[in-house]
C-alpha cells in the first residue's frame, strides 16, 4: 500500500460560488467528479475534509471516505 493521501478539501460556504461542490455535472455532484478522479489516479488514498455533514453524507453514501473538519 502506499504511503500516499490525496485530501481533497471541500465546503459548501465559498463567497464566489456558494454549494459549487453541490453542483450538478452531467447530473452528478462536482465532489464526486473530483473524487472518482483521485481514486482513479491510482496514486494513494483519497479522503475528502469537509466542515459540511451534507458533503460528508454524500460522499459516504457514494462509498468515499470522508472527514468531518472544523469550519475554521
Do not use: W
Not at 49 to 62: G, H, S
Amino acid at each position: 500500500m502506499s504511503n500516499i493521501v490525496i485530501i481533497i478539501p471541500s465546503r459548501l460556504s465559498a463567497e464566489r460560488l456558494p454549494n459549487k461542490p453541490l453542483k450538478l455535472i452531467n447530473k452528478k455532484e462536482m465532489i464526486l467528479h473530483v473524487y472518482d478522479a483521485a481514486k482513479n489516479s491510482n496514486v494513494g488514498e483519497v479522503l475528502v475534509a469537509t466542515p459540511d455533514q451534507e458533503i460528508l453524507d454524500l460522499v459516504q453514501k457514494n462509498n468515499g471516505l470522508a472527514v468531518l473538519t472544523s469550519d475554521k
